[in-house]
T-cell receptor
Framework: SQQGEEDPQALSIQEGENATMNCSYK?????LQWYRQNSGRGLVHLIL?????REKHSGRLRVTLDTSKKSSSLLITASRAADTASYFC?????????????FGKGITLSVRP | GAGVSQSPRYKVAKRGQDVALRCDPI?????LFWYQQALGQGPEFLTY????????KSGLPSDRFFAERPEGSVSTLKIQRTQQEDSAVYLC?????????????FGPGTRLTVT
């Protein structure tokens, strides 16, 4: 079963534009992670945000977390063709100690040059 | 430094054959995870090792799936009597911290096709 659900399922933007992707989850969590997957580099960790954080930045990435709405968003600013990939949110299934992550189905982002 | 490596990268098996997939985690990483990823889907958790101990195997789909990590480093995922529904990419990930609440480093995966 997949706890996280991303939306939209697919997004196509022009290089230089910003991309916003959303993730909703069902149970209480202690952290939420975003990963990127493309054919060249496989699945790569982008950013982790903990339940006591509301916003986090890493380079051109900005992640927000709203635990009251059980949702997170990933913003990529000034997108590049190299950002073309699938993006997944992943959460542990509960707020305590977790031995697994559950991934959503992913968002396919296409950045047109 | 070296990342997570997996072998083989591609495996074609006839239905009913046994397969063994290998994962070499990053040296010193305590945690090792196996995931199964079907086409167009996100990775699905299979099993978790903390050093040599298999602490969670709740995601293994049937008793045909078996994983081991005998010395707390290299891990092998074995699938017996493969079925067509086993066709997927099998991903291995490792983490320097215990449990799943930290960044995981993924290998390139093994694409298994059962004919």
């Amino acid at each position: 079963s997949q706890q996280g659900e991303e939306d939209p399922q697919a997004l196509s933007i022009q290089e230089g534009e910003n991309a916003t992707m959303n993730c909703s989850y069902k149970t209480s969590i202690n952290n939420l992670q975003w990963y990127r997957q493309n054919s060249g580099r496989g699945l790569v960790h982008l950013i982790l945000i903990r339940s006591n954080e509301r916003e986090k930045h890493s380079g051109r990435l900005r992640v927000t977390l709203d635990t009251s709405k059980k949702s997170s968003s990933l913003l990529i600013t000034a997108s590049r063709a190299a950002d073309t990939a699938s993006y997944f949110c992943a959460t542990p299934p509960r707020a305590g100690a977790n031995s697994k992550l559950t991934f959503g189905k992913g968002i396919t982002l296409s950045v047109r040059p | 430094g070296a990342g997570v490596s997996q072998s083989p990268r591609y495996k074609v098996a006839k239905r009913g054959q046994d397969v063994a997939l290998r994962c070499d985690p990053i040296s010193g990483h305590v945690s090792l995870f196996w995931y199964q990823q079907a086409l167009g889907q996100g990775p699905e958790f299979l099993t978790y090792f903390q050093n040599e101990a298999q602490l969670d195997k709740s995601g293994l789909p049937s008793d045909r799936f078996f994983a081991e990590r005998p010395e707390g480093s290299v891990s092998t995922l074995k699938i017996q009597r493969t079925q067509q529904e086993d066709s997927a990419v099998y991903l291995c990930a490792s983490s320097q911290r215990r449990l799943a609440d930290y960044e995981q480093y993924f290998g390139p995966g093994t694409r298994l096709t059962v004919t």
